[in-house]
């Protein structure tokens, strides 16, 4: 689910974080003890070769992912997924992962959403998948009902949108409405298929799997050729392989670039040290704490609240994330800088990469 997120305006110091936490302390909350364990995720990280991930020895890591970057490339999606799928076939075991990702356009201008989606052409251990989402204009998350005077508008889009390329790859997958939301089914009962990111509206995206590896290559690249000439950023995921392994893979697409993302074990007053681990450019996020909204604002409706440490560029930012907006949409700025006492902006996280 795409969440509401708000961002502290300024870069913090480390200490000033801390201090965040007894502040939250202060009024009732539980905030992360600094001494003890966390889970901090590492993203966009670009590294020059696979070996530079040894700089997190100092730590545990799970959920390694290098991630091939190239933008601006015009090219052949089928060879281009062809050539990763190749290299896959010898390293692939149970726990290896590899997917391609390409954006695609909608057939026609929407209100609700924007003309550009993305899908992933992957591969895992004995089956492929298509996976597709598209990228709605704002966030609406479950249980709000801000745009129900729309909501005729935004099931019909949303619902012409899944179909255009439920289409184009030729998939056993019906629409409905029910309930007030899109909803999409198999026709094929025994195949795993899956729809998240959900909003208040429905799914917006569907993920379909195959026993057949090489069944998606031609229809995702009828879906890639929506984009038309256009260059485009494209990103392959590799999860589970050897350095070795890594290496063959870059010679799928030797000009691009290579970033990590990552999940690492570590207590929390030890974020500086990984963030300097990750310069120039790596990202990492770290939950300070979670309440619900109804402990600080006992009027408004109770939502779930997520306050967070990003790390980047040598600082630090504290984010929000709630699950809806608890008070009317003016009054939100206002207090969370009272929650935070400190200043923020209303900031969602894009859906791409």
Known sequence: MRERRWESRSKLEFAEVLALGERLTARGLEPADPT??????????????????????????????????????????????????????????????????????LPE?????????????????????????????????????????????????????????????????????????????????????????????????????????????????????????????????LTGFSEPALQQFHSVLPEASSAYRCSVHCPLDELPEILRAIEPDGRLYATLCEFQTQRLAPTGEDASAIIGVVGVEGGFQIEVRLNRAPLPEDEMAGWLKTVLELPVTYAPLPPFP
């Open 109 to 237: 201008p929407m209100l609700t959403h924007f003309p550009r989606g993305m899908f992933w052409n992957g591969f895992r251990h004995a089956h492929a998948f298509i996976r597709v989402r598209l990228h709605t204009s704002e966030v609406i998350t479950p249980g709000e009902t801000r745009e129900d005077h729309r909501r005729g508008l935004w099931l019909e889009e949303r619902r012409r949108a899944l179909l255009s390329a439920v289409e184009i790859l030729n998939l056993p997958i019906e629409s409905k409405v029910q309930n007030g939301m899109v909803t999409l089914h198999t026709l094929h009962p025994g195949v795993l298929f899956f729809c998240s990111w959900p909003d208040a509206f429905g799914p917006c995206q569907f993920e379909f799997n195959s026993s057949d590896a090489f069944e998606f290559l031609v229809p995702a690249s009828r879906l890639a050729a929506t984009y038309g000439e256009e260059p485009a950023t494209v990103r392959a995921y």
């Open 36 to 105: 003890k364990e966390i889970i901090c995720y590492v993203e966009e990280w670009r590294v020059t070769a696979a070996e530079d991930f040894d700089r997190l020895d100092p730590w545990a890591t799970e959920d390694v992912t290098l991630v091939h970057v190239r933008e601006g490339w015009r090219g052949d999606f089928f060879l281009l997924a062809g050539g990763y799928h190749t290299v896959y076939q010898r390293h692939q075991s149970v726990g290896t992962y590899c997917s391609v990702s390409h954006p695609w356009v």
